[in-house]
């Protein structure tokens, strides 16, 4: 299923995702006994708003090897993991915000999320699959130039509307080999394929699950591929995944 929550007459929804119409729910798809109202929107009457409001977004940096070259770093035995605040969100469609006069060189990077559907703490590989509510779409917005400045990356990843997600949760899909490609104004800049990730989404949510709790809603991003790359003001940025649609912000 396509999982969507979105806006309509100032009201905010949640979806099912149909072809161009959204079936609305009683409730969150996150609650295990939400249910169709009957009541339907066509999608061109709707605004889709982030289908998570997570609580932490847990990150992996340099989870792609091409990545890690074009870096030239060393491949990771362990996930690199960071986390960016729920003030992060973007909209699909929304703007990624440029915080001028605190960075001037951010970079876009096009990622698989993953999608926690319940409540998981000490678990193992086999049993994550049973706590993932889907996958989406997300931009891990980068001020690059703080990164280093800084040497931990909570400031450079942590900005305001710096991460973009949606616009729908997959439900059914297999994350082990989709193809990921992420344009800027029209030209392609990454193009890979989730099957070069390092670590897996299985081992992810095992490891991370033993670190700390992961709660309802909460997401993952996966890492992106090599091909980042300065945005300007005014870029449109278009991330696509295979099976989970197209991810557009523009930067202002």
């Not at 992961?214 to 996966?222: K, M």
């Amino acid at each position: 299923m396509k999982y969507v929550r979105f806006s309509k007459d100032k009201k905010v929804y949640y979806g099912i995702l149909e072809g161009e119409e959204v079936k609305v729910l009683n409730r969150s798809y996150f609650c295990s006994n939400c249910s169709e109202t009957g009541e339907r929107f066509p999608v061109k009457e709707i605004k889709l708003l982030a289908p998570t409001e997570f609580g932490k977004a847990l990150c992996i940096g340099l989870n792609y090897r091409d990545h890690a070259e074009e870096f030239k770093l060393p491949i990771p035995e362990k996930p690199v993991v960071f986390m960016k605040a729920a003030t992060a969100i973007a909209d699909p469609d929304g703007k990624i915000v440029h915080p001028k006069g605190m960075s001037e060189h951010l970079d876009y990077e096009g990622e698989l999320a993953v999608v926690i559907g319940k409540k998981c703490h000490r678990i193992t590989e086999e049993q994550a699959n049973d706590y993932i509510l889907g996958y989406t779409i997300a931009n891990d917005v980068t001020a690059r130039d703080l990164q280093s400045k800084t040497g931990q990356w909570t400031v450079a990843k942590g900005f305001d509307t710096f991460c973009p997600i949606g616009p729908f949760i997959e439900s059914e899909i297999d994350p082990s080999s989709l193809d990921l490609e992420t344009m800027v104004n029209g030209e392609v800049k990454q193009h890979s394929n989730t099957k070069n990730l390092i670590f897996k989404v299985p081992y992810l949510i095992s490891y991370l699950s033993n670190v700390m709790t992961l709660n309802t809603g909460d997401i993952i991003l996966t890492g992106t591929p090599s091909g980042i790359s300065k945005l300007e003001m005014g870029d449109v940025v278009e991330i696509t995944i295979e099976g989970l649609g197209t991810l557009k912000n523009t930067v202002v």
